[in-house]
C-alpha cells in the first residue's frame, strides 16, 4: 500500500516539475533542454510567432548609434611582435643583462665601468662640501692670493713657519678621514723620517 | 714667410674641444646659455670640484682651461686677458686668485688644468636616459679628497703575493715529486735489467743442454 501512495506521489511531483520546466522554456526563461533528450511537446501557437523585426536603414543606424573608432587593418605577426618585444636594431624592449658593471677596486661596490663609484663618491662628496664651505666662509670676500691648505686636528703642529706664510692654512675640526691620505707634494707639513729601516725587498 | 703662425695667436688647449659650441638650452636664448656658463665657470674657479650637467660642464671647462691658459702666456698686465676675466669671472675676489694662485699653480705643467669624470648614476637607470648625467669637474692640485685612488700595482695585493707563494709551494712540490716519480722508475728498470741478464746468463746454458739433448 505504502509503495502505491509513493508511487502515484513522485509521477504527481515529476509531471508539475516537467510542466514547470516546459513553461519556463517556452515562455524563454530558461534554455530549451538538448535536443536528444527533447520531449515532443504541443507548443502554444501564441507564444512561437516571432517577433517583428524592425528593419534599421543605414542612416538610422548612423543616426541612432555611436560608432567606436576599430582597427581598419589587421596588424601582421611581425608588426606585433615588434610592437612588443622593440627590434635589436633600433628599440630593444627585452630585460637585457647590463656587461658594463665593474667592482670598485676601493670599495668593492659595483658601478657602472666609466663613471666613478658611487659608494666612494658620496663619501668624498660629503667631506668635499664640508671643506669647501669652511674654505668659503674662511676667504670671504677677500681677493685670493694664496694656495689653500686645508689642515686637519693636529696638523699644524708639524707645519712649518714658512709654508704658513705661503699658504692659506685653514683648520678643520675631527681627524684627517683614513681614506684621505695626505697630499705627497706637501713636503714641508712632515719632517721626513730618520729611520735607517731598510725596506724588505723582494717579496714574492 | 713673414706671416704670423696662426698655431702661435691662440692658446693650444690640453683638452679636446668641440669643432662647433653645443646649443645649450636655455629658457633665456642665448644669452641665459652665457650667463649660465659664466656661473659655472665662477664656480669652478671658486669651488675648484663641481657636479654640473655633463653638457654644461665640459662646455665651460674650455672657457676655464682658456682663461687659466691666457693668464699663464700674458700675465695680468695684458688687456685683453684681464677684460676677458672680468666677463668671465663673476665674483672679482677670483680675478685675484687666477693670476695669484692658479697661474704659480699650473705653470709648468704639461697637462690639462681640469679633470672631468663621469658622476655615478644609479643602477637600474636605462640606458636613454643617460643623456641628462652629470660630470665631476675639478681643478687639479686642489686641496680635496683624490676622487680617484691611484691604481696599485695590483701584484702587490697581499692576496696575490700570497697566492703567488702558494704556486710557488706547489710547483716546487710538483717537481720534486715527479723526480721522485723519475728517479723510482729509472731504479725499477735498471733493476729489471740486471734481473732478466742474471736470468738469461742463467737460462743460456741449461737452454744448450737441452738442444743438445734434442739433438
Not at chain 1, 528593419?55 to 548609434?65: G, I, Q, R, V
Not at chain 1, 667592482?103 to 658601478?111: A, D, L, P, S
Not at chain 2, 695669484?100 to 690639462?112: I, W
Request: charged residues 30%.
Amino acid at each position: 500500500m505504502l509503495t502505491k501512495a509513493q508511487l502515484v506521489l513522485s509521477k504527481l511531483k515529476y509531471g508539475v516539475l516537467s510542466l514547470e520546466h516546459t513553461l519556463a522554456c517556452t515562455l524563454g526563461f530558461q534554455p530549451p533542454p538538448p535536443i536528444d533528450f527533447n520531449v515532443a511537446v504541443t507548443q502554444i501557437s501564441s507564444v512561437l510567432t516571432p517577433k517583428p523585426v524592425t528593419k534599421l536603414s543605414l542612416k538610422e543606424l548612423f543616426d541612432t548609434s555611436i560608432l567606436w573608432a576599430v582597427p581598419k587593418k589587421r596588424r601582421s605577426l611581425e608588426r606585433r611582435m615588434n610592437r612588443k618585444y622593440g627590434s635589436k636594431d633600433q628599440v630593444w624592449k627585452m630585460l637585457m643583462p647590463r656587461t658594463d658593471l665593474t667592482v670598485c677596486n676601493t670599495c668593492g661596490y659595483t658601478h657602472h665601468s666609466k663613471t666613478l663609484c658611487g659608494n666612494c663618491y658620496a663619501k668624498i662628496k660629503e667631506e668635499t662640501t664640508r671643506l669647501q664651505d669652511k674654505i668659503v666662509e674662511a676667504l670671504g670676500l677677500n681677493p685670493v692670493d694664496k694656495e689653500v691648505v686645508v689642515l686637519y686636528k693636529g696638523e699644524k703642529e708639524h707645519a712649518s713657519e714658512e709654508f704658513s706664510e705661503t699658504h692659506r692654512v685653514i683648520e678643520v675640526e675631527g681627524e684627517r678621514p683614513p681614506w684621505f691620505s695626505k697630499n705627497l707634494l706637501q713636503k714641508t707639513t712632515q719632517k721626513p723620517s730618520d729611520s735607517t729601516d731598510v725596506k724588505p725587498t723582494e717579496l714574492g | 714667410m713673414n706671416q704670423a703662425e696662426v698655431t702661435k695667436l691662440v692658446s693650444r688647449l690640453r683638452i679636446p674641444i668641440l669643432a662647433k659650441h653645443r646649443r645649450l638650452r636655455n629658457p633665456e636664448g642665448p644669452q641665459g646659455r652665457v650667463k649660465k656658463l659664466r656661473s659655472i665657470v665662477t664656480a669652478l674657479l671658486k669651488y675648484e670640484r663641481i657636479e654640473v650637467y655633463h653638457y654644461d660642464g665640459d662646455e665651460a671647462r674650455g672657457y676655464v682651461e682658456r682663461l687659466i691658459s691666457d693668464a699663464i702666456r700674458h700675465g695680468d698686465t695684458h688687456k685683453e686677458t684681464m677684460d676677458m676675466a672680468d666677463f668671465w669671472i663673476e665674483e672679482k675676489n677670483i680675478v685675484h686668485k687666477l693670476f695669484k694662485v692658479l697661474v704659480p699653480r699650473f705653470q709648468n705643467t704639461t697637462v690639462s688644468y681640469t679633470r672631468a669624470y663621469n658622476a655615478p648614476i644609479p643602477h637600474a637607470t636605462p640606458e636613454k636616459s643617460d643623456l641628462s648625467f652629470h660630470s665631476v669637474i675639478e681643478l687639479r692640485g686642489n686641496p680635496f679628497p683624490p676622487l680617484v685612488q691611484r691604481a696599485v700595482d695590483s701584484r702587490l695585493h697581499i692576496q696575490n703575493v700570497l697566492l703567488d707563494e702558494a704556486k710557488k709551494e706547489y710547483r716546487a712540490q710538483k717537481y720534486a715529486e715527479i723526480a721522485q716519480d723519475l728517479e723510482s722508475r729509472a731504479n725499477a728498470d735498471s733493476s729489471a735489467k740486471s734481473e732478466e741478464l742474471a736470468q738469461n746468463n742463467s737460462q743460456t746454458p741449461s737452454e744448450t743442454t737441452t738442444e743438445t739433448e734434442t739433438k
